[in-house]
């Protein structure tokens, strides 16, 4: 989250680089049609065509990219999908060659039947908008399928830092809170008095302890944010040292539990720049693997806040420390210029990355609202609705403003 460790990062990749996967495929053979799904290219085995002018576009692709269920009955040529989210079930039967489509039972006339164009059903793009509550469009002009994703109930973690009391009254709409007041300071120690990390000072009736018991009254769990990077080695001194190692987490789960936190998130930033990466990940292990063994016993729980994989810090064992923690958060930030949206391919691979290791229930998308505005947030939220991640982390409150929570608001329910 600090911003030094931040510039570090984007300054290595620049410099350093990384070996990137296979690009997905965006678009058919053809090269002429191209479907966007939230503002990013979506994969397609067939390209969308016009039939009698009607948008047909391949249903399991766009589909499954949504979380609906698809199964296929050969003998029957029948394809049926299932939607299930909080306002209850949806089932639609399509049959290849017939205009009649049944919805939970009920008949729909389509404008054209589903057609099997090379092994791929198509169905019209307006009849999948209207049953799936997606917002669906066609342009001629750059022959662009478009479809914008329906609102999703997921996992949202809002951070908390200095300079975040403007936009206190958010808290209630997020399902945690993570407050960034301590940090691992230079010589390694656990402090709640840094320069940039540090527990805030009483307003008259308003005290960090009021704002902490307030979230929990309204639902909203609120975390200890524990931050550090390792720009003086203030980290590795702390995980080189199982003395002071010890007498950090010892630290860390007495003041959450003292003040009535619910949860500690864990953001130790900078890990594996140099040196010998198993070493420093076993390092990191270790550490989290005993903070987690004090924590739990407290009714702790416990998130890990980590750099992407396809950044620079290779510190970082994504799948075992998946099995040590309640949920992992990645950072998918801070790849090039901050002051403006992060390139959604980058973003796109950190998450396949990590999903190569930790299963998409434990993987949250870290979002950072300094580099997003109002045209861009909604396509981060999407691949992480696209991917079927457990939710999405908002860096930082007092930097959201209207604009950006307002299409948050469309995208997620908040």
């Not at 070493?279 to 693997?289: A, S």
């Not at 505005?373 to 939220?381: G, L, Y």
């Given at each position: 989250?600090?911003?030094?460790?931040?510039?570090?990062?984007?300054?290595?990749?620049?410099?350093?680089?990384?070996?990137?996967?296979?690009?997905?495929?965006?678009?058919?053979?053809?090269?002429?049609?191209?479907?966007?799904?939230?503002?990013?290219?979506?994969?397609?085995?067939?390209?969308?065509?016009?039939?009698?002018?009607?948008?047909?576009?391949?249903?399991?692709?766009?589909?499954?990219?949504?979380?609906?269920?698809?199964?296929?009955?050969?003998?029957?040529?029948?394809?049926?999908?299932?939607?299930?989210?909080?306002?209850?079930?949806?089932?639609?039967?399509?049959?290849?060659?017939?205009?009649?489509?049944?919805?939970?039972?009920?008949?729909?006339?389509?404008?054209?039947?589903?057609?099997?164009?090379?092994?791929?059903?198509?169905?019209?793009?307006?009849?999948?908008?209207?049953?799936?509550?997606?917002?669906?469009?066609?342009?001629?002009?750059?022959?662009?399928?478009?479809?914008?994703?329906?609102?999703?109930?997921?996992?949202?973690?809002?951070?908390?830092?200095?300079?975040?009391?403007?936009?206190?009254?958010?808290?209630?709409?997020?399902?945690?809170?993570?407050?960034?007041?301590?940090?691992?300071?230079?010589?390694?120690?656990?402090?709640?008095?840094?320069?940039?990390?540090?527990?805030?000072?009483?307003?008259?009736?308003?005290?960090?302890?009021?704002?902490?018991?307030?979230?929990?009254?309204?639902?909203?769990?609120?975390?200890?944010?524990?931050?550090?990077?390792?720009?003086?080695?203030?980290?590795?001194?702390?995980?080189?040292?199982?003395?002071?190692?010890?007498?950090?987490?010892?630290?860390?789960?007495?003041?959450?539990?003292?003040?009535?936190?619910?949860?500690?998130?864990?953001?130790?930033?900078?890990?594996?720049?140099?040196?010998?990466?198993?070493?420093?990940?076993?390092?990191?292990?270790?550490?989290?693997?005993?903070?987690?063994?004090a924590a739990r016993p407290a009714g702790l729980k416990l998130t890990v806040i980590l750099p992407p994989l396809n950044g620079s810090f290779k510190g970082y064992d994504y799948k075992t420390l998946?099995?040590?923690?309640?949920?992992?958060?990645?950072?998918?930030?801070?790849?090039?210029?901050?002051?403006?949206?992060?390139?959604?391919?980058?973003?796109?691979?950190?998450?396949?990355?990590?999903?190569?290791?930790?299963?998409?229930?434990?993987?949250?998308?870290?979002?950072?609202?300094?580099?997003?505005?109002?045209?861009?947030?909604?396509?981060?939220?999407?691949?992480?609705?696209?991917?079927?991640?457990?939710?999405?982390?908002?860096?930082?409150?007092?930097?959201?403003?209207?604009?950006?929570?307002?299409?948050?608001?469309?995208?997620?329910?908040?």
């Amino acid at each position: 989250m600090k911003r030094l460790s931040k510039l570090l990062l984007c300054a290595a990749i620049t410099i350093g680089g990384y070996t990137a996967l296979p690009a997905q495929p965006t678009q058919a053979a053809a090269g002429s049609v191209s479907i966007m799904l939230d503002g990013y290219p979506l994969p397609f085995p067939v390209p969308p065509a016009v039939m009698n002018g009607t948008t047909m576009v391949p249903f399991r692709a766009i589909s499954e990219a949504l979380g609906i269920q698809v199964k296929w009955d050969q003998a029957a040529k029948k394809i049926t999908a299932t939607k299930s989210d909080t306002a209850g079930s949806k089932v639609v039967v399509l049959t290849l060659g017939s205009a009649k489509a049944a919805v939970n039972g009920a008949v729909v006339q389509l404008a054209v039947p589903p057609q099997n164009i090379r092994g791929t059903t198509m169905i019209p793009l307006s009849f999948f908008g209207q049953q799936f509550g997606a917002g669906v469009g066609w342009n001629q002009a750059t022959k662009t399928v478009s479809i914008t994703s329906p609102k999703k109930d997921m996992y949202t973690l809002g951070f908390y830092a200095q300079k975040s009391y403007s936009e206190v009254s958010l808290i209630p709409d997020f399902n945690a809170i993570a407050f960034g007041w301590s940090r691992i300071d230079r010589s390694g120690q656990f402090t709640t008095t840094s320069t940039d990390f540090w527990w805030p000072k009483a307003d008259g009736d308003v005290t960090p302890e009021s704002i902490v018991q307030n979230a929990a009254a309204g639902g909203t769990a609120p975390y200890l944010m524990v931050y550090s990077g390792d720009k003086e080695l203030e980290l590795t001194k702390n995980l080189e040292d199982p003395a002071l190692q010890q007498q950090t987490i010892s630290g860390i789960v007495s003041l959450a539990t003292e003040k009535g936190f619910q949860g500690i998130g864990l953001d130790l930033e900078g890990l594996g720049l140099t040196g010998d990466k198993k070493t420093v990940q076993g390092q990191f292990n270790t550490f989290v693997k005993n903070l987690a063994a004090a924590a739990r016993p407290a009714g702790l729980k416990l998130t890990v806040i980590l750099p992407p994989l396809n950044g620079s810090f290779k510190g970082y064992d994504y799948k075992t420390l998946a099995s040590l923690a309640d949920d992992l958060v990645i950072m998918a930030y801070a790849y090039e210029d901050e002051s403006k949206p992060e390139p959604l391919n980058m973003v796109d691979q950190g998450i396949r990355l990590a999903l190569e290791q930790v299963s998409k229930d434990k993987l949250i998308l870290g979002i950072s609202v300094y580099s997003e505005d109002e045209t861009s947030v909604n396509a981060k939220i999407g691949l992480a609705k696209r991917y079927g991640l457990k939710g999405i982390a908002i860096w930082r409150l007092g930097l959201i403003g209207q604009p950006v929570w307002n299409e948050m608001g469309k995208s997620v329910e908040l």
